[in-house]
């Protein structure tokens, strides 16, 4: 969780780092698919440090290939965002923010489940 004015592209490292503790270790190198909003040096250099090959899209740039690796994501902020209190943020407190989206996503992957 961010301040609503805080670049979005700023984020990526705390979103790497956050991902590297969850995951298991890798057995051949990770991708990170982005956006344009994350093409910066400072962005590129990060991932290539820590070992992720990367796929952001250029800014200037008409990017198509890109765009089949992020359908996965626009797709998931879709389902979630089925959910009012979750489209619109209502709640001031993280802490219920962050357990609204558990829910919606347990309530998403129970619907696999049938």
Request: net charge positive; aromatic share 8%.
């Amino acid at each position: 969780m961010s301040a609503a004015n805080v670049a979005e592209g700023m984020t990526l490292p705390t979103l790497v780092l956050a991902a590297q503790t969850l995951l298991p270790p890798p057995k051949r190198k990770r991708w990170v698919h982005a956006d344009k909003a994350y093409d910066s040096q400072s962005n590129r250099l990060f991932c290539r440090l820590h070992g992720l090959r990367v796929a952001i899209a250029q800014r200037g740039k008409k990017e198509t290939a890109l765009g089949r690796k992020r359908w996965v994501v626009e797709r998931t902020f879709a389902w979630l965002k089925r959910y009012r209190r979750l489209a619109i943020r209502y709640e001031r407190r993280v802490d219920i923010h962050l357990g609204l989206l558990l829910l919606a996503c347990a309530l998403i992957a129970s619907n696999f489940c049938r």
